[in-house]
């Protein structure tokens, strides 16, 4: 399975962008993540979903600003970010896995198989 991460850019606070991350190659049961890396910092998670969409999980630092999506007929998750603030900036990564991940693994950048190459995200104050 191969990542392609895309959306990335150059916004202003309080901007939005969505960032996709499309899926070639089989996949199934496939378990979907996004993170991040700021320069100088360790990578740190930021959302994921699980194959049906159902259950949906956020770092606490994007919760009610981004939000996490997948079209499975396009193999392609997607993350909407909106009000967004210079502390968002960094290189951003999709990440999956064939199958499921606990959800006290979800946060764990190990537990996920694939990577897509990042797309990095600025914003302006």
């Known amino acids: 399975v191969q990542l392609q991460a895309s959306g990335g850019g150059l916004v202003q606070a309080g901007d939005s962008l969505r960032l996709s991350c499309a899926a070639s190659g089989r996949t199934f049961s496939y378990t979907g993540g996004w993170f991040r890396q700021a320069p100088g910092k360790e990578r740190e998670f930021v959302s994921a979903?699980?194959?049906?969409?159902?259950?949906?999980y956020y770092a606490d630092s994007v919760k009610g600003r981004f939000t996490i999506s997948r079209d499975n007929a396009k193999n392609t998750v997607y993350l909407q970010m909106n009000n967004l603030k210079p502390e968002d900036t960094a290189v951003y990564y999709c990440a999956g896995k064939n199958g499921r991940i606990i959800t006290s693994e979800l946060g764990r950048a190990g537990a996920y198989d694939y990577w897509g190459q990042g797309t990095l995200v600025t914003v302006s104050s």
């Open positions: 979903i699980r194959s049906s969409g159902s259950s949906i």
